[in-house]
């Protein structure tokens, strides 16, 4: 075969190579040239299609390249103002670039330089110990304050009265005045507005954003909670006003359109309620419970307990939750000590609804709420549980329960059954209380997990797979162990290095806090990752009380 190519190959030269005094009828010659012609025109016009494709090619670059020439982030706004330098220094420290993508819309509320260097002053801090204080990843979520995801909020765009949504995820409060706009009532006021950019825009404040107080909420929107401010002032607002080393609670208040539908169905005026023989302390704590709540930490289904003894189911719907059906309408206010809910519907206790507004004497629910021994009848004692069955005012609180319920005295087996601590009302407990010695107990352990949203963990996780972060505190002791935090959350934050890096801290409220792990179980927290691409990653969880535990896990393609 090769001496056949050979051999057509020399024929073809010699062809190639005839007699210049040949004529046209020589056909070794004309069979050659012919297509030779016509590829060389083929040729040409091939050059020139794809010269004129180049050309398409080279403006669009040049398009494209004015294009990104051209484009103002909102990163391009905070870096060019002079009076932004120390935010822009903190954005960075925290990420900015990855934390606020070209391709996402914000709006910015950034303090100026004398906003800082006031802060610093009175916080006797350097400059660059505020940087490293951001590097670090503590309570990230303080910077989160001043971010908003989502269409730009103009200053044309402002109402009276406007709840924003920051990434953090708690609430901002805006009003506006004459003089201007306002956050969280006269924390900042808003120096500058409409630094435009082509994914949102900037306004520049002249203090920092912080955490409001329990207390302040209602002060800086009379207009939505001044019926609340008048029944706590009426009442025992201690609960809510503690100093910095107060456990934090969550409001679960009432707007004046929910007391105004309330008050219309009882026929009654706003000086005729406040005139009845109403224990407002009891009526006041029916809103408030134990520990910060914001809605992500609600669960349908679940019950909450509040501070007057009552307990109150959480049912998911399609715009949040809702609280013993009345609707969470304005949701997260995020603040020192706790949480501000405002509830669409005003929710008012048994006793003050059928003993006093309706004059129906006491509930004949036998396993009522309680709060001490005495509100229960003969042959029963105030439990911390719902051990029967049929709970509550309407009789529909599970067995399982935790809260206090009147129960049966054949119920009370220990005296840690009993809210008093004994059970000496039923003549004494059931059984010895066999709760173990727990004053030495210290066994806690602390783990981070990647896992799937079903609470398994792979072997090697689908670039299809949801990721789920958690931090896990374990407690191998058969004692309850308290687990102490700088914040109201377990985790401080948590982040995966690796091909898709990725970083949640969660909104807290700045208050020494402590939770509880129970004995031989476990406790956590949870973020939602999504999917990540394939590679090695580790997942890195601080938690609240200073401890930090990491995972390595694979993701790889299905």
């Known amino acids: 075969m090769r001496q056949i190519a050979l051999v057509l190959l020399m024929a073809t030269a010699a062809l190639g190579c005839g007699d210049g005094d040949k004529d046209g009828s020589d056909t070794g010659y004309e069979i050659a040239d012919p297509g030779n012609d016509a590829d060389d025109d083929d040729a040409d016009d091939a050059d020139d299609a794809d010269a004129d494709t180049d050309d398409a ?12 020439a051209d484009f103002i982030s909102v990163l391009d706004i905070i870096n060019g103002e002079e009076d932004l330098t120390i935010f822009a220094e903190l954005v960075t420290a925290i990420g900015g670039a990855s934390m606020l993508p070209d391709t996402t819309n914000y709006t910015v509320f ?3 330089n004398a906003a800082f260097n006031a802060f610093l002053e ?37 109402e009276a009265v406007n709840f924003l949504q920051a990434m953090g995820g708690h609430t901002m409060i805006v009003t506006t005045d004459e003089e201007g706009a306002h956050i969280n009532g006269d924390m900042a006021d808003v120096a500058r507005a409409d630094r435009m950019a082509d994914n949102g825009v900037v306004h520049v404040l002249d203090d920092l954003i912080g955490a409001l107080e329990l207390t302040s909420v209602s002060e800086i929107l009379p207009d939505h909670f001044s019926m609340a401010q008048d029944v706590a002032l009426r009442g025992d607002t201690t609960p809510i006003t503690g100093d910095e080393d107060s456990p934090p609670h969550t409001v679960f208040a009432p707007t004046n359109e929910a007391f105004d539908e309330l008050l219309s169905s009882l026929s009654l005026t706003t000086e005729e ?5 109403i224990d407002f302390s009891t009526l006041f704590n029916h809103f408030v419970t134990d520990g910060a709540l914001p809605t992500s930490d609600l669960e349908d289904g679940s019950f909450i307990m509040m501070l007057n003894g009552e307990v109150m189911s959480v049912a998911a719907t399609e715009e949040g939750y809702a609280l013993d059906g009345a609707p969470i309408s304005i949701p997260d206010i995020v603040c020192r000590n706790g949480v501000w809910h405002g509830l669409g519907s005003a929710l008012l206790p048994p006793n003050v609804t059928d003993d006093i507004l309706s004059g129906g004497g006491s509930s004949d629910a036998p396993y009522s709420s309680c709060t001490v021994d005495a509100d229960c009848d003969d042959g029963m004692f105030c439990g911390i549980e719902c051990w029967t069955g049929g709970c509550g005012a309407e009789e529909d609180i599970p067995a399982g329960t935790m809260g206090a319920f009147c129960q049966p005295c054949d119920e009370c087996h220990y005296d840690s059954d009993a809210v008093s601590g004994s059970c000496d009302t039923c003549g004494g407990s059931l059984e010895e209380d066999p709760s173990p010695d727990c004053s030495a107990a210290t066994d806690l352990y602390f783990r981070a997990e990647a896992r799937l949203e079903s609470g398994t963990v792979p072997d090697v996780f689908s670039t299809t797979d949801t990721i789920i972060a958690a931090g896990v505190i374990e407690n191998m002791s058969e004692c309850d162990l308290p687990y102490g935090t700088t914040s109201t959350c377990l985790l401080s ?12 801290a969660p909104m807290c409220g700045m208050a020494m806090t402590t939770h509880t792990v129970p004995a031989t179980a476990w406790t956590e927290a949870t973020f939602t990752v999504g999917t990540l691409a394939a590679g090695e990653y580790t997942l890195t969880v601080s938690f609240g009380g200073g401890e930090s535990a990491t995972q390595d896990f694979t993701v790889a393609a299905p």
């Open 273 to 277: 309620f406040f005139a009845l023989d």
């Open 122 to 158: 009175d916080a006797d801090m350097t400059r660059e110990e505020l940087i490293g204080y951001a590097e670090s990843g503590e309570d990230l979520h303080t910077f989160t304050y001043h971010f908003i995801e989502g269409d730009p909020v103009m200053s044309s765009d402002l």
């Open 57 to 68: 090619d080279a403006d669009a670059d040049d398009a494209d390249a004015d294009d990104d």
């Open 493 to 504: 934050s948590a982040s995966i290095s690796g091909p898709s890096p990725w970083m949640e």
């Open 110 to 112: 950034a303090p100026n």
